[in-house]
């Protein structure tokens, strides 16, 4: 059981896919810390490899630019917050439904996966930021 109610971790990288991958191993080793199943901690890597990379591509498409990851570890559940300044975006509209597989396309999976592996998903644009979040609920391993 957590002594304190509210973990914090705060990291920040470039919108490279070099540098996402680096932040990512780096969340890896903090969460190979915590008494949380392995399923979860794959589940959180999905759906941040899903939105970093998204950020990178389509919000910074020109040149890179900094992404900062907020991850919230609570008893039941990974808050996580996620800010950028890249192009603004309207989530509501993508990942609904999930893409035909018959259609053989190689993209377009990534929104269907965020929204069924989190749950609260809110975005906000907000003084030239994007701001996304969501949680992922966890039970803890003794």
Sequence with gaps: MMTDRRQVLRLECLGKLDDIRC???????????????????ED???????VMTNIARHGYPNEPGRIALQLIRTENSLECHIIDQGISFDPSLLGRIAPDPLDLQEGGYGWFIIRNLTRQISYER?????????SIPVQTVN
């Excluded at 810390?33 to 901690?41: K, N, R």
């Excluded at 890597?45 to 899903?50: H, K, Q, R």
């Excluded at 907000?126 to 969501?134: P, Q, S, T």
């Design 23 to 41: 932040t990512l191993r780096e969340l890896d080793s903090y969460l190979a810390g915590c008494p949380i199943p392995a399923d979860w901690v």
């Design 126 to 134: 907000a003084d030239g930021h994007n701001v996304l979040c969501f």
């Design 44 to 50: 959180l890597n999905l759906v941040l490899a899903e």
